[in-house]
């Protein structure tokens, strides 16, 4: 459980460091709206992975871990978004951008660990 709960830190740790991020974007109605948008992404990682430790059976957690996955990978794209438009240097992005990556990757391996796990279990 402990593994879990480094991860349930870290991805409060990453929405709270997108929060400070978008506070140092430009101030334009494009910035706002992608800080809306990411802002949501980057704390709903969070938020589900806690609703995934507490899931009350296997399909639930996976459920949930999947929707951690989209979150991640949304979050992935606004960072993105943000680079490509010019709205910051993409050395402000860099660190961000690979911690979204990172979790992203971690999930991935989750879930298929709990879907595998979750297939043995029915045989």
Known sequence: MKGLETIQNRTKRFGVSIIKFTNDLPKSTSSFVIAKQII???TSIGA????????????EFIAKLGIVLEEADETVYWLEIIVESGLVLPIKVQHLLKEANEI????VTSLKTAKSNSSRLSL
Do not use: M
């Open 40 to 42: 949501k992404s980057a």
């Open 104 to 107: 992203t990757s971690i999930v």
């Open 48 to 59: 589900n992975f806690r609703a995934a430790l507490r899931a009350r059976s296997k399909s």
